[in-house]
């Protein structure tokens, strides 16, 4: 596993920024199917979640540490853990992959063993670890609504949801920027997905997230609505899922006209590597 110091006050890209000086900060890098996150210890709630240029700073791939995300760990007093999500241009939502390498983190830091109950933006989520892959449970969807001819699912997250054919020649990026900017979505916006059918449980998704404002090799909120509108549609409950970073998998009970239930999104998550920081003086 690599290892690294980036003094991060010599790279910033916003060298108008100040903040105190608070020397080596610890970071991890995750992954999950390619979709990847900078996670921090922060137990002790020492992070000013207000400081959204910092975020954007080390988020930033030419500057930072690179990454889709931000995500802090911090105590709760009722659940085993609190995940604080922020997006790469600093907004907040809920992020499927970013949980599961949280809950990834999590046991690394020994926190929990093989079950967890941690909090989300979006409310309580239960998660386990299996043979390598994490298991997280999705807050329960009620509805597939129509929008701009496509489908629109809200997963903890709005995605918009578009079928097509030869995804892989798709222009998901001009077709993302316009769909996730169209004015039924303002002021927001929508995360977008395209999708291609491979048979009736599997499917094969490429997906424009907002808050990074470009295509990513995964979304695990996309892929699940994706998923619940391929249940819909082929009445299967158990679909497979394929991204340009890997595998996933979503399981879910129910259907589009009673709401969709008990739906878990599967998959790897891996630590990549870990560094530390330090935040000097920007000028």
């Known amino acids: 596993m690599r290892k690294f110091v980036l003094q991060l006050g010599t790279l910033s890209p916003k060298p108008h920024l100040r903040m105190a000086l608070i020397q080596d900060i610890r970071f991890y890098k995750y992954q999950g199917t390619g979709n ?3 996670l921090m210890d922060d137990r002790q709630a020492h992070w000013d979640l207000a400081n959204l240029p910092l975020i954007q700073a080390l988020c930033n791939r030419k500057f930072g540490i690179g990454a889709d995300g931000l995500i802090l760990i911090r105590s ?6 609190e995940v604080v999500y922020f997006n790469a241009d600093g907004s907040q939502s809920f992020c499927g992959n970013g949980a599961r390498c949280a809950v990834a983190f ?3 830091l020994e926190i929990i063993d093989q079950k967890t109950r941690f909090l989300a933006i979006d409310g309580p989520h239960e998660a386990y670890l299996d043979q390598g892959l994490v298991a997280l449970k999705m807050g329960d969807v009620s ?4 929008s701009l001819g496509d489908a629109f699912v809200h997963t903890g997250s709005p995605h918009h949801v578009r079928w097509v054919e030869q995804l892989d020649d798709y222009p998901v990026l001009e077709q993302g920027q316009l769909l996730r900017h169209d004015p039924c979505y303002a002021p927001g916006g929508s995360n977008v997905n395209f999708v291609e059918k491979i048979r009736d449980n599997e499917i094969f998704v490429r997906t ?5 404002e470009n295509e990513t ?11 619940l509108v391929c249940g819909a549609l082929t009445q299967q409950k158990d679909i ?6 890997g595998d996933l998998r979503v399981t879910f009970e129910g259907n589009a ?9 599967i998959g790897p998550a891996q630590q990549v590597f870990s560094g530390q920081f330090c935040l000097e003086d920007f000028h």
Request: aromatic share 14%.
């Open 240 to 245: 497979q899922i394929r991204t340009l970073g």
């Open 36 to 38: 990847d996150f900078v």
């Open 143 to 146: 509805e597939i609504s129509e």
């Open 208 to 212: 424009f997230e907002r808050g990074v």
């Open 76 to 81: 709760h007093a009722d659940y085993d853990f």
């Open 217 to 227: 090799l995964s979304c695990g909120t996309g892929v699940t609505a994706a998923a």
């Open 106 to 108: 999590a046991a690394y």
């Open 257 to 265: 006209h009673i709401g969709f239930t008990n739906i878990w999104l």
